[in-house]
């Protein structure tokens, strides 16, 4: 099992959607989870951090549910600004944390 | 004002020639990182300094080396390329490593093409 894990998708939704994409982790230790957007061909951008029970910022909820060990993105209003792909990240520590990225969601949002 | 620079953002290189990517920064970051990004997959970490201390991943091949003269700058050197090592590489910075909150700020990227 990897040790944090996305749907590739691709989600195509129409603009003014609301869209959600988990993340599941195994680390049960980690405790700070990171979202970052990446475009095409960029590189990635931090999105939202998550470090308690959950973030938001704008049309961007973060939430995090240990119990279950996964983390989720929601996305409301979509924008085809928004199409990107979403990458989620948990940190581990191992003398010092390393970020371990998950493969990405990819986001498509049409007109 | 761009905070992490790398160089060449594009670079073409034959199936065995040596090659170095270059990174910098201006944020004077404690930790440099290199990621290798194949299409569709997740940025894999390769090793990553903190301060001058050179930390490798247990399973990055011995093809890849890194350098880091000075706080500003850190080099990808790669000794024989081979066709699979085709791929974005990212350079990131953080200040610390040692707070599970610390964010990394990635440079752009060098795409790599290996003929």
């Known amino acids: 099992r990897k040790e944090v894990e996305q749907d590739p998708g691709p989600f195509n939704v129409p603009e003014g959607a609301t869209v959600a994409f988990n993340c599941t982790y195994s680390?049960?230790?980690?405790?700070?989870f990171f979202w970052y957007r990446q475009d095409c061909r960029k590189e990635p951008k931090l999105l939202m951090s998550v470090y308690s029970s959950g973030n938001e910022d704008g049309r961007f909820t973060a939430q995090l549910n240990r119990a279950s060990q996964y983390i989720s993105l929601l996305i409301r209003d979509s924008k085809l600004s928004d199409s990107a792909t979403y990458l989620c990240v948990c940190p581990r520590y191992t003398g010092g944390f390393k970020t371990i990225f998950g493969a990405g969601t990819r986001l498509f949002v049409k007109a | 004002d761009a905070m992490v620079i790398q160089n060449p953002r594009y670079q073409v290189t034959q199936f065995g020639k040596p090659v170095t990517l270059s990174c910098s920064q201006t944020?004077?970051?404690?930790?440099m990182y290199w990621y290798q990004q194949k299409s569709s997959q997740a940025p894999k970490l390769l090793f990553h300094?903190?301060?001058?201390?050179?930390?490798n991943e247990a399973d990055t091949p011995d093809n890849f080396q890194s350098r880091r003269p000075n706080t500003s700058f850190c080099f990808l050197d790669i000794r024989s390329p081979g066709l699979g090592d085709a791929a974005m590489y990212l350079c990131?910075?953080?200040?610390?490593?040692?707070?599970?909150?610390?964010?990394?700020?990635f440079g752009p990227g060098t795409r790599l093409t290996v003929t």
């Open positions: 300094y903190y301060d001058k201390d050179f930390n």
């Open positions: 990131a910075t953080s200040s610390d490593r040692d707070s599970p909150t610390y964010e990394q700020y």
């Open positions: 944020l004077n970051h404690n930790v």
């Open positions: 680390n049960s230790a980690s405790q700070s």
